[in-house]
Protein backbone atom coordinates (compact mmCIF):
# COMPACT_ATOMS: atom_id res chain seq x y z
CA UNK A 1 0.00 0.00 0.00
CA UNK A 2 1.10 3.31 -0.57
CA UNK A 3 1.01 6.13 1.68
CA UNK A 4 2.01 9.66 3.34
CA UNK A 5 3.34 10.01 6.82
CA UNK A 6 4.75 12.73 8.94
CA UNK A 7 7.31 12.22 11.73
CA UNK A 8 6.22 14.53 14.54
CA UNK A 9 9.54 14.76 15.88
CA UNK A 10 11.31 15.85 12.62
CA UNK A 11 8.77 18.29 12.10
CA UNK A 12 9.21 22.20 12.96
CA UNK A 13 6.08 23.56 11.98
CA UNK A 14 7.19 25.91 9.65
CA UNK A 15 4.44 25.70 7.34
CA UNK A 16 6.29 25.50 3.92
CA UNK A 17 4.44 22.09 3.68
CA UNK A 18 0.64 24.00 3.85
CA UNK A 19 2.00 26.45 1.23
CA UNK A 20 3.38 23.68 -1.27
CA UNK A 21 0.29 21.92 -1.13
CA UNK A 22 -2.00 22.44 -4.32
CA UNK A 23 -4.84 20.62 -2.82
CA UNK A 24 -5.02 22.25 0.42
CA UNK A 25 -4.62 18.98 2.20
CA UNK A 26 -2.09 20.12 4.84
CA UNK A 27 -2.74 21.83 7.83
CA UNK A 28 -0.83 23.12 11.02
CA UNK A 29 -2.12 21.80 14.23
CA UNK A 30 -0.57 22.63 17.55
CA UNK A 31 2.59 23.77 15.08
CA UNK A 32 2.99 19.96 13.65
CA UNK A 33 1.87 19.07 10.11
CA UNK A 34 -1.11 16.87 9.72
CA UNK A 35 -2.19 15.75 6.40
CA UNK A 36 -6.09 15.23 4.88
CA UNK A 37 -6.03 11.99 3.37
CA UNK A 38 -9.21 12.34 1.90
CA UNK A 39 -7.48 15.21 -0.10
CA UNK A 40 -4.09 14.20 -0.77
CA UNK A 41 -2.72 12.50 -4.43
CA UNK A 42 0.48 11.71 -3.29
CA UNK A 43 1.94 14.46 -5.55
CA UNK A 44 4.94 14.86 -3.70
CA UNK A 45 5.23 18.38 -3.85
CA UNK A 46 5.07 18.70 0.09
CA UNK A 47 8.46 16.23 0.47
CA UNK A 48 10.47 18.55 -1.87
CA UNK A 49 9.40 21.38 0.12
CA UNK A 50 10.19 19.56 3.32
CA UNK A 51 14.14 18.97 2.31
CA UNK A 52 15.64 20.48 5.28
CA UNK A 53 14.62 18.97 8.14
CA UNK A 54 12.78 15.78 6.20
CA UNK A 55 9.42 15.07 8.23
CA UNK A 56 7.59 14.16 5.60
CA UNK A 57 7.82 10.67 3.75
CA UNK A 58 5.98 8.86 1.04
CA UNK A 59 6.25 5.27 0.86
CA UNK A 60 5.07 3.64 -2.91
CA UNK A 61 3.54 0.69 -3.40
CA UNK A 62 5.86 -1.32 -6.17
CA UNK A 63 3.41 -2.00 -9.44
CA UNK A 64 5.91 -2.89 -11.38
CA UNK A 65 4.80 -5.75 -13.87
CA UNK A 66 6.22 -8.76 -12.79
CA UNK A 67 7.84 -11.12 -15.17
CA UNK A 68 8.43 -8.22 -17.45
CA UNK A 69 10.75 -9.94 -19.47
CA UNK A 70 8.35 -12.41 -21.01
CA UNK A 71 6.61 -9.78 -22.61
CA UNK A 72 7.23 -10.42 -26.04
CA UNK A 73 4.98 -8.90 -29.62
CA UNK A 74 3.72 -5.50 -31.01
CA UNK A 75 -0.04 -5.97 -30.80
CA UNK A 76 -2.82 -3.17 -32.91
CA UNK A 77 -5.73 -3.10 -31.58
CA UNK A 78 -8.13 -3.40 -35.20
CA UNK A 79 -10.74 -0.78 -35.27
CA UNK A 80 -14.02 -1.92 -37.71
CA UNK A 81 -17.07 0.31 -38.11
CA UNK A 82 -19.68 -1.87 -39.49
CA UNK A 83 -17.80 -4.31 -40.39
CA UNK A 84 -15.54 -2.60 -42.43
CA UNK A 85 -11.92 -2.16 -41.27
CA UNK A 86 -10.91 1.31 -40.71
CA UNK A 87 -7.74 2.53 -42.53
CA UNK A 88 -5.96 4.17 -39.48
CA UNK A 89 -5.73 0.32 -38.51
CA UNK A 90 -3.17 -0.28 -41.54
CA UNK A 91 -1.46 2.80 -40.42
CA UNK A 92 -0.75 0.93 -37.10
CA UNK A 93 0.22 -2.06 -38.88
CA UNK A 94 2.69 0.10 -40.90
CA UNK A 95 4.69 1.08 -37.71
CA UNK A 96 3.61 -2.15 -35.60
CA UNK A 97 5.85 -3.86 -38.02
CA UNK A 98 8.58 -1.77 -38.20
CA UNK A 99 8.47 -1.56 -34.42
CA UNK A 100 8.69 -5.53 -34.53
CA UNK A 101 11.49 -6.12 -36.89
CA UNK A 102 13.46 -3.97 -34.86
CA UNK A 103 12.39 -5.85 -31.53
CA UNK A 104 13.01 -8.94 -33.83
CA UNK A 105 9.20 -10.07 -32.51
CA UNK A 106 5.77 -10.92 -33.96
CA UNK A 107 2.96 -8.40 -34.73
CA UNK A 108 -0.04 -9.63 -33.29
CA UNK A 109 -3.62 -8.54 -34.06
CA UNK A 110 -7.33 -8.64 -32.38
CA UNK A 111 -10.19 -8.15 -34.19
CA UNK A 112 -13.74 -7.79 -32.70
CA UNK A 113 -16.58 -7.50 -34.14
CA UNK A 114 -19.84 -9.34 -35.66
CA UNK A 115 -19.22 -11.18 -38.89
CA UNK A 116 -15.25 -9.79 -39.57
CA UNK A 117 -13.98 -13.26 -39.70
CA UNK A 118 -13.42 -13.33 -43.69
CA UNK A 119 -11.37 -9.65 -42.77
CA UNK A 120 -8.58 -11.01 -40.68
CA UNK A 121 -6.71 -12.02 -43.93
CA UNK A 122 -6.03 -8.61 -44.72
CA UNK A 123 -4.78 -7.76 -41.48
CA UNK A 124 -2.17 -10.37 -42.27
CA UNK A 125 -1.41 -9.23 -45.91
CA UNK A 126 -1.14 -6.02 -44.33
CA UNK A 127 1.73 -6.90 -42.21
CA UNK A 128 0.33 -9.21 -39.06
CA UNK A 129 1.65 -12.40 -37.81
CA UNK A 130 -1.21 -13.58 -36.25
CA UNK A 131 -4.74 -12.39 -35.72
CA UNK A 132 -6.96 -13.34 -32.93
CA UNK A 133 -10.40 -12.75 -33.89
CA UNK A 134 -13.42 -12.74 -31.62
CA UNK A 135 -16.44 -12.98 -34.37
CA UNK A 136 -19.56 -13.04 -32.31
CA UNK A 137 -23.23 -11.23 -32.89
CA UNK A 138 -23.13 -9.58 -29.69
CA UNK A 139 -19.95 -7.65 -30.93
CA UNK A 140 -21.85 -6.15 -33.60
CA UNK A 141 -22.60 -2.72 -31.77
CA UNK A 142 -19.35 -1.74 -29.61
CA UNK A 143 -19.64 -1.60 -26.38
CA UNK A 144 -17.07 -0.19 -24.13
CA UNK A 145 -17.02 -2.81 -21.52
CA UNK A 146 -17.39 -6.26 -23.56
CA UNK A 147 -14.58 -4.85 -25.79
CA UNK A 148 -12.42 -4.10 -23.13
CA UNK A 149 -13.10 -6.80 -20.82
CA UNK A 150 -11.83 -9.17 -23.99
CA UNK A 151 -8.59 -7.23 -25.02
CA UNK A 152 -7.21 -7.29 -21.21
CA UNK A 153 -8.12 -11.17 -21.31
CA UNK A 154 -6.31 -11.88 -24.36
CA UNK A 155 -3.34 -9.56 -23.13
CA UNK A 156 -3.05 -11.21 -19.85
CA UNK A 157 -3.17 -14.50 -22.05
CA UNK A 158 -0.34 -13.41 -24.71
CA UNK A 159 1.97 -10.68 -23.30
CA UNK A 160 2.35 -8.77 -25.77
CA UNK A 161 5.04 -5.92 -24.89
CA UNK A 162 2.86 -2.78 -26.82
CA UNK A 163 -0.28 -3.01 -27.84
CA UNK A 164 -1.18 0.36 -30.50
CA UNK A 165 -4.75 1.07 -31.09
CA UNK A 166 -6.47 4.29 -32.97
CA UNK A 167 -7.16 7.50 -31.17
CA UNK A 168 -10.69 7.44 -32.51
CA UNK A 169 -13.40 7.52 -30.36
CA UNK A 170 -13.81 3.46 -30.17
CA UNK A 171 -10.00 3.31 -29.89
CA UNK A 172 -9.53 5.49 -27.25
CA UNK A 173 -12.51 4.07 -24.75
CA UNK A 174 -11.52 0.63 -25.11
CA UNK A 175 -7.77 1.47 -24.42
CA UNK A 176 -8.21 3.65 -21.64
CA UNK A 177 -10.45 0.31 -19.97
CA UNK A 178 -7.79 -1.78 -20.84
CA UNK A 179 -4.97 0.54 -19.31
CA UNK A 180 -7.07 1.02 -15.90
CA UNK A 181 -7.80 -3.52 -15.91
CA UNK A 182 -4.15 -4.26 -16.45
CA UNK A 183 -3.02 -1.12 -14.08
CA UNK A 184 -0.55 0.31 -16.64
CA UNK A 185 0.02 3.61 -18.38
CA UNK A 186 -1.34 5.16 -22.02
CA UNK A 187 0.25 7.57 -23.69
CA UNK A 188 -2.40 9.18 -25.68
CA UNK A 189 -2.15 10.75 -29.49
CA UNK A 190 1.10 9.75 -30.53
CA UNK A 191 2.64 11.44 -33.24
CA UNK A 192 5.57 9.43 -33.83
CA UNK A 193 7.13 5.48 -32.17
CA UNK A 194 10.08 4.42 -32.13
CA UNK A 195 11.82 1.87 -30.12
CA UNK A 196 15.08 1.25 -28.15
CA UNK A 197 15.92 -2.22 -29.62
CA UNK A 198 18.46 -2.59 -26.17
CA UNK A 199 16.36 -1.56 -23.02
CA UNK A 200 12.76 -2.74 -25.52
CA UNK A 201 11.27 0.62 -24.66
CA UNK A 202 8.56 2.17 -26.21
CA UNK A 203 9.61 5.67 -27.41
CA UNK A 204 6.40 7.43 -27.34
CA UNK A 205 6.38 11.12 -28.35
CA UNK A 206 3.44 13.42 -28.38
CA UNK A 207 2.62 17.11 -28.32
CA UNK A 208 2.78 18.74 -24.93
CA UNK A 209 1.90 21.87 -23.37
CA UNK A 210 -0.75 22.92 -25.80
CA UNK A 211 1.03 21.78 -28.57
CA UNK A 212 3.93 23.53 -27.66
CA UNK A 213 6.78 21.21 -27.18
CA UNK A 214 7.03 17.38 -28.51
CA UNK A 215 7.33 14.90 -25.18
CA UNK A 216 8.62 11.66 -25.71
CA UNK A 217 7.34 9.52 -23.21
CA UNK A 218 8.94 6.12 -21.31
CA UNK A 219 7.16 3.20 -19.68
CA UNK A 220 9.76 1.65 -18.07
CA UNK A 221 8.26 -0.81 -15.28
CA UNK A 222 4.98 -1.88 -16.85
CA UNK A 223 4.03 -3.96 -19.64
CA UNK A 224 1.85 -3.90 -22.42
CA UNK A 225 2.96 -0.34 -23.20
CA UNK A 226 -0.05 1.87 -24.30
CA UNK A 227 -0.07 4.04 -27.50
CA UNK A 228 -2.81 5.65 -29.02
CA UNK A 229 -2.33 7.42 -32.86
CA UNK A 230 -4.49 9.32 -34.53
CA UNK A 231 -5.37 8.60 -38.22
CA UNK A 232 -3.36 10.03 -40.69
CA UNK A 233 -0.09 10.58 -38.78
CA UNK A 234 1.19 7.18 -39.94
CA UNK A 235 1.74 5.75 -43.64
CA UNK A 236 -0.46 2.79 -44.56
CA UNK A 237 0.95 -0.63 -44.57
CA UNK A 238 1.04 -1.66 -48.23
CA UNK A 239 -1.53 -4.91 -48.70
CA UNK A 240 1.10 -8.03 -50.06
CA UNK A 241 -1.35 -10.83 -50.67
CA UNK A 242 1.42 -13.71 -50.78
CA UNK A 243 2.37 -12.65 -46.89
CA UNK A 244 1.33 -15.47 -44.83
CA UNK A 245 0.17 -15.90 -40.94
CA UNK A 246 -1.77 -17.14 -38.41
CA UNK A 247 -5.50 -16.54 -37.80
CA UNK A 248 -6.95 -17.53 -34.47
CA UNK A 249 -11.07 -17.33 -34.28
CA UNK A 250 -11.93 -17.40 -30.24
CA UNK A 251 -14.81 -18.18 -28.28
CA UNK A 252 -15.74 -16.28 -25.27
CA UNK A 253 -18.13 -17.15 -22.74
CA UNK A 254 -21.24 -15.23 -21.47
CA UNK A 255 -19.67 -13.20 -18.81
CA UNK A 256 -17.24 -11.20 -21.46
CA UNK A 257 -20.44 -9.88 -22.84
CA UNK A 258 -22.00 -8.10 -19.88
CA UNK A 259 -22.47 -5.06 -20.25
CA UNK A 260 -24.22 -2.03 -18.04
CA UNK A 261 -25.02 -0.16 -21.04
CA UNK A 262 -26.64 -1.10 -24.17
CA UNK A 263 -27.75 0.41 -27.64
CA UNK A 264 -30.70 1.20 -28.14
CA UNK A 265 -30.42 3.09 -31.61
CA UNK A 266 -27.51 4.63 -34.41
CA UNK A 267 -28.09 7.38 -35.90
CA UNK A 268 -26.34 8.37 -38.57
CA UNK A 269 -24.76 11.93 -38.85
CA UNK A 270 -26.03 13.68 -42.57
CA UNK A 271 -23.58 15.43 -44.14
CA UNK A 272 -23.58 16.22 -47.70
CA UNK A 273 -20.14 16.43 -48.21
CA UNK A 274 -16.81 13.71 -47.52
CA UNK A 275 -15.72 12.92 -44.17
CA UNK A 276 -12.92 15.37 -43.47
CA UNK A 277 -10.27 11.98 -42.01
CA UNK A 278 -10.64 10.69 -45.78
CA UNK A 279 -10.79 13.76 -47.35
CA UNK A 280 -7.59 15.03 -50.28
CA UNK A 281 -9.27 18.43 -50.05
CA UNK A 282 -10.76 19.98 -47.18
CA UNK A 283 -12.55 23.60 -46.94
CA UNK A 284 -12.11 24.71 -43.36
CA UNK A 285 -13.97 27.83 -41.80
CA UNK A 286 -13.31 29.79 -38.06
CA UNK A 287 -14.60 32.20 -35.97
CA UNK A 288 -15.22 34.53 -39.15
CA UNK A 289 -17.75 33.09 -40.91
CA UNK A 290 -20.29 34.01 -37.82
CA UNK A 291 -23.11 31.93 -38.76
CA UNK A 292 -23.86 28.21 -39.49
CA UNK A 293 -25.86 29.46 -42.71
CA UNK A 294 -22.50 31.10 -44.16
CA UNK A 295 -20.56 27.79 -43.84
CA UNK A 296 -22.84 27.25 -47.07
CA UNK A 297 -20.23 29.22 -48.89
CA UNK A 298 -17.41 26.85 -48.04
CA UNK A 299 -19.49 23.75 -48.57
CA UNK A 300 -19.70 25.03 -52.21
CA UNK A 301 -16.25 25.33 -52.95
CA UNK A 302 -15.84 21.83 -50.94
CA UNK A 303 -18.87 20.25 -53.51
CA UNK A 304 -17.25 22.05 -56.62
CA UNK A 305 -13.29 20.12 -55.54
CA UNK A 306 -14.87 17.30 -54.32
CA UNK A 307 -13.85 17.98 -50.80
CA UNK A 308 -14.85 18.17 -46.93
CA UNK A 309 -15.97 21.39 -44.96
CA UNK A 310 -13.63 21.30 -42.14
CA UNK A 311 -14.01 23.95 -38.64
CA UNK A 312 -12.09 25.66 -36.02
CA UNK A 313 -12.66 24.73 -32.71
CA UNK A 314 -14.38 28.50 -32.68
CA UNK A 315 -16.60 27.56 -34.63
CA UNK A 316 -17.56 24.07 -33.61
CA UNK A 317 -17.92 25.66 -30.09
CA UNK A 318 -20.73 28.09 -31.61
CA UNK A 319 -22.84 25.85 -32.71
CA UNK A 320 -22.52 26.02 -36.66
CA UNK A 321 -21.37 22.88 -37.62
CA UNK A 322 -20.66 19.52 -36.13
CA UNK A 323 -18.27 18.20 -34.02
CA UNK A 324 -17.14 16.03 -36.28
CA UNK A 325 -15.44 18.49 -38.47
CA UNK A 326 -13.39 20.12 -35.75
CA UNK A 327 -9.28 20.27 -36.99
CA UNK A 328 -7.37 20.13 -34.41
CA UNK A 329 -5.57 18.99 -31.08
CA UNK A 330 -9.14 18.20 -29.68
CA UNK A 331 -11.09 17.47 -32.80
CA UNK A 332 -9.41 15.43 -35.64
CA UNK A 333 -5.96 15.56 -37.33
CA UNK A 334 -5.63 15.87 -40.79
CA UNK A 335 -2.95 15.61 -43.82
CA UNK A 336 -5.42 16.23 -47.28
CA UNK A 337 -3.21 17.34 -50.34
CA UNK A 338 -5.00 20.74 -50.10
CA UNK A 339 -6.10 22.72 -46.65
CA UNK A 340 -7.88 25.82 -46.93
CA UNK A 341 -8.42 27.95 -44.26
CA UNK A 342 -10.63 30.71 -43.95
CA UNK A 343 -11.02 33.19 -41.48
CA UNK A 344 -9.19 30.90 -39.55
CA UNK A 345 -6.21 32.61 -37.29
CA UNK A 346 -4.34 29.49 -36.87
CA UNK A 347 -3.89 29.45 -33.39
CA UNK A 348 -1.26 26.57 -32.20
CA UNK A 349 -4.05 24.08 -30.97
CA UNK A 350 -5.58 24.12 -34.99
CA UNK A 351 -2.01 24.09 -36.63
CA UNK A 352 -1.10 20.59 -34.83
CA UNK A 353 -4.43 18.97 -36.63
CA UNK A 354 -3.53 20.16 -39.85
CA UNK A 355 0.03 21.89 -40.33
CA UNK A 356 1.37 18.87 -42.47
CA UNK A 357 -1.12 19.07 -44.91
CA UNK A 358 0.96 19.49 -48.40
CA UNK A 359 -0.78 22.63 -49.40
CA UNK A 360 -1.99 24.95 -47.57
CA UNK A 361 -4.09 28.18 -48.42
CA UNK A 362 -5.07 30.91 -46.18
CA UNK A 363 -7.59 33.14 -46.48
CA UNK A 364 -7.55 36.08 -44.13
CA UNK A 365 -8.26 39.78 -44.06
CA UNK A 366 -5.21 40.28 -41.25
CA UNK A 367 -1.67 39.97 -43.00
CA UNK A 368 -0.10 39.29 -39.35
CA UNK A 369 -2.49 35.96 -39.20
CA UNK A 370 -0.40 33.24 -37.65
CA UNK A 371 -1.80 31.25 -40.45
CA UNK A 372 0.29 32.51 -42.88
CA UNK A 373 3.57 31.21 -41.05
CA UNK A 374 2.34 27.85 -42.69
CA UNK A 375 0.99 28.30 -45.11
CA UNK A 376 1.87 27.68 -48.47
CA UNK A 377 -0.20 30.72 -50.69
CA UNK A 378 -1.59 33.08 -48.77
CA UNK A 379 -4.27 35.82 -49.61
CA UNK A 380 -5.05 38.42 -47.67
CA UNK A 381 -8.70 39.01 -47.90
CA UNK A 382 -12.58 39.05 -47.25
CA UNK A 383 -12.78 35.34 -47.41
CA UNK A 384 -17.06 36.45 -48.22
CA UNK A 385 -15.63 38.01 -51.55
CA UNK A 386 -12.43 35.72 -52.27
CA UNK A 387 -14.17 32.08 -51.46
CA UNK A 388 -17.04 32.23 -54.04
CA UNK A 389 -14.75 33.77 -56.60
CA UNK A 390 -12.65 30.74 -56.14
CA UNK A 391 -15.80 28.33 -56.20
CA UNK A 392 -16.89 30.29 -59.71
CA UNK A 393 -13.24 29.94 -61.33
CA UNK A 394 -12.91 26.23 -60.36
CA UNK A 395 -16.30 25.32 -61.27
CA UNK A 396 -15.15 27.15 -64.94
CA UNK A 397 -12.14 25.05 -64.76
CA UNK A 398 -12.76 21.50 -63.88
CA UNK A 399 -15.95 21.19 -65.77
C1 LIG B 1 -6.98 22.92 -24.74
C2 LIG B 1 -7.40 23.58 -26.01
C3 LIG B 1 -7.69 22.83 -27.10
C4 LIG B 1 -8.07 23.41 -28.30
N1 LIG B 1 -8.33 22.63 -29.38
C5 LIG B 1 -8.60 23.22 -30.55
C6 LIG B 1 -8.80 22.45 -31.73
O1 LIG B 1 -8.80 21.21 -31.71
N2 LIG B 1 -9.03 23.10 -32.89
C7 LIG B 1 -9.10 24.46 -32.98
O2 LIG B 1 -9.31 25.00 -34.08
N3 LIG B 1 -8.92 25.21 -31.87
C8 LIG B 1 -8.69 24.63 -30.67
N4 LIG B 1 -8.55 25.41 -29.58
C9 LIG B 1 -8.90 26.85 -29.68
C10 LIG B 1 -7.78 27.70 -30.28
O3 LIG B 1 -6.90 28.13 -29.26
C11 LIG B 1 -8.37 28.95 -30.95
O4 LIG B 1 -9.15 29.66 -30.01
C12 LIG B 1 -9.22 28.66 -32.17
O5 LIG B 1 -8.55 27.81 -33.06
C13 LIG B 1 -9.55 29.97 -32.85
O6 LIG B 1 -10.43 29.73 -33.92
P1 LIG B 1 -10.47 30.71 -35.16
O7 LIG B 1 -9.12 30.78 -35.78
O8 LIG B 1 -11.61 30.29 -35.98
O9 LIG B 1 -10.90 32.09 -34.47
P2 LIG B 1 -10.07 33.42 -34.24
O10 LIG B 1 -8.80 33.15 -33.52
O11 LIG B 1 -11.01 34.38 -33.64
O12 LIG B 1 -9.67 33.89 -35.70
C14 LIG B 1 -10.56 34.38 -36.63
C15 LIG B 1 -9.74 34.86 -37.83
O13 LIG B 1 -10.60 35.25 -38.85
C16 LIG B 1 -10.07 36.42 -39.49
N5 LIG B 1 -11.21 37.11 -40.13
C17 LIG B 1 -12.23 37.75 -39.54
N6 LIG B 1 -13.14 38.15 -40.47
C18 LIG B 1 -12.66 37.75 -41.68
C19 LIG B 1 -13.14 37.82 -43.01
N7 LIG B 1 -14.33 38.38 -43.31
N8 LIG B 1 -12.38 37.29 -44.01
C20 LIG B 1 -11.20 36.71 -43.76
N9 LIG B 1 -10.69 36.60 -42.49
C21 LIG B 1 -11.43 37.08 -41.47
C22 LIG B 1 -9.43 37.19 -38.39
O14 LIG B 1 -8.41 38.04 -38.90
C23 LIG B 1 -8.85 36.08 -37.51
O15 LIG B 1 -7.51 35.78 -37.89
C24 LIG B 1 -8.18 24.83 -28.38
C25 LIG B 1 -7.88 25.60 -27.26
C26 LIG B 1 -7.49 24.98 -26.09
C27 LIG B 1 -7.17 25.84 -24.91
Known amino acids: MSGISVDKIKCIGCGLCVKACPFGAITLVDKKAVIDLDKCTLC ?3 VETCNKVH ?3 IV ?4 QTPDIEKYKGVWVYAEQ ?3 VVQSVTYELLGKARELADKLNVEVGCVLLGSNVKDKAQELVARGADIVYVVDDPKLEHFLDEPYARIVSNLVRKHR ?4 LSPATSIGR ?7 VQLRVGLTADCTALDVDPNERFLMQTRPAFGGNIMATILSKNHRPQLSTVRHKVMKEAVADSSRQ ?3 EVLEFDRSFFASRTKVLQVINEVTSTVNIAEANIIVSGGRALGNSENFKILEDLAKVLNGAVGASRAAIDEGWIPYSHQVGQTGKTVCPNIYIACGISGQIQHLVGMQSSDVIIAINRDPSAPIFNVASYGIVGDLFEVVPLLTKRFEEVLK
Open 44 to 46: GSC
Open 55 to 57: AIE
Open 60 to 63: REST
Open 81 to 83: RKG
Open 160 to 163: PEIL
Open 173 to 179: SVISRVA
Open 245 to 247: GRI
